[in-house]
């Protein structure tokens, strides 16, 4: 009995943590659209990398980087690495000093609270109150 | 030592002026229970456009991001909205205020602008679903949809609210990239009027009550 009880205040505890872990993201305010990708920025002991669509698509349209560059339409769904950077893919095809700053420039990109998890900052997921409804007849 | 006085006084007489109101306040809110606050749920965006260091997500504490541009100057010659970036991007784009490349280099073929109107029929009394290739094609490309989102194929893709939310068919951009999916946009796709005479359908629940 005892054990269980102890084992249901930690559950809460864990679930406790983890809205507190949330509750800075909900706060914040970023332009809708930003991405954060940090599948391995953080673990590297770099800063989570914000990718601001906004300002990228003042520049160019969408197909040049979801078309033309392959950008799959997912958060962290490329699989991105400083190697494949430098190669010339993904932020590499133009952050390369020839049609924007070079790699070097470190900050520009890692920019990221430390610990902020992979997402898209403002997205109607992220924005609604309650878990999003499913359809009567979805299965 | 004069300016040291001036900045006094004015802070005094804003002191004064703003104590009664600051007490009020306190005294309703302590009554209240924190369980009850008027608004529960909802969060209203502070401000529009913060600047990268307020936003919340990029770090203050990065040299680098005080080098990033404030959205808001960028905006300023834009024409703006009143939900997701607050910039209106099709007319930004058609006003020519912005002049995105097509191709990673510059130059190369104008974007290959398709106008076709696809009209979905609603279920329920929201209006009809116009999906418009034009300002679409005017950003992507047709394989950015065709035929991994959608099958080029009028009424071969089964669709609904619901899925639209969770990042399925026009979710996959809408709510995350191109404008949101929130009160003041719903007509921005709902945008052809239900025939006239029409009324909503009556569930069988209702038709069947004997009580009615």
Redesign the interface.
Known sequence: MKIKGLVKSMRYALIGGVLALLL???????????V?INNYADAAGM?PV?F????H????????C????GFA?KAGGNDITMEKIIDGQFCG??HNGE?AWSIE????C?????N?PTQ??????Q????P????MN?K | MKKLMLVGVVLLVAALVSTPAVVMAADAEAAVSSANTFNRLLQKPAEKNLPPAEDGIHDAENDNTYVLQPPKIAFDSLVRSDFGNYVDWIKSLREQKISPRTERMGGGEEAMIMDLDIIREVRGSMPNVVFPHKGHTEWLQCSNCHPDIFIPQQGANRMNMAGILLGQKCGVCHGKVSFPIVTTTCRLCHSQAKPEGWAPGKSAASVDNPWQ
């Open positions: 800075p993201f909900s706060a914040s305010h970023a332009e809708y659209g930003d954060v800063r914000v601001p669509h906004w300002y698509r003042i520049r160019f349209r969408c197909k040049v979801h078309a033309d560059l339409f095809a133009c049609i420039n470190c900050g520009m890692h920019s990221g609270i430390p902020t898209i900052h403002g997205s109607t997921v924005r609604l109150v309650a999003s409804y499913k359809s979805a």
